[in-house]
Nanobody, 126 residues
Framework: LVQLVESGGGSVQAGGSLRLSCAAS????????MGWFRQAPGKEREGVAM????????RYDDSVKGRFTISQDHAKNTVYLQMNSLKPEDTAMYYC???????????????????WGQGTQVTVSS
């Protein structure tokens, strides 16, 4: 089993920055892909950024490319999402997810992720 706990959400003005953290515990050596997803009210959950734990390859949704950066600290079993130049449309609940499958980072499908955190709210005001 793997447990994920997100932190770092909050309220900022447009153009500001936030860094989200996702601390993993449990059988973390089994994780092949870590992802950040978000869900705005009335919308479906969507993938934002993916990171392959073996090799560190990353993948981003077009809406956040150049503004968001996903990274990991192996020693702390923590994945980060640095969010810069935030826009009001980035407002959502952000979720961290872990997959035991090697293909999850390529697919980005919610169903390919096995474990989810509880979410952290990000609100960007104009």
């Amino acid at each position: 089993l793997v447990q994920l706990v997100e932190s770092g959400g909050g309220s900022v003005q447009a153009g500001g920055s936030l860094r989200l953290s996702c601390a993993a515990s449990g059988y973390t050596s089994s994780i092949n892909c870590m992802g950040w997803f978000r869900q705005a009210p009335g919308k479906e959950r969507e993938g934002v950024a993916m990171l392959s734990t073996d090799g560190g390859r990353t993948r981003y949704d077009d809406s956040v490319k150049g503004r968001f950066t996903i990274s990991q600290d192996h020693a702390k079993n923590t994945v980060y999402l640095q969010m810069n130049s935030l826009k009001p449309e980035d407002t959502a609940m952000y979720y961290c997810a872990a997959s035991l499958s090697w293909y999850a980072c390529s697919s980005g499908y919610l169903a390919d992720f096995d474990y989810w955190g509880q979410g952290t709210q990000v609100t960007v005001s104009s």
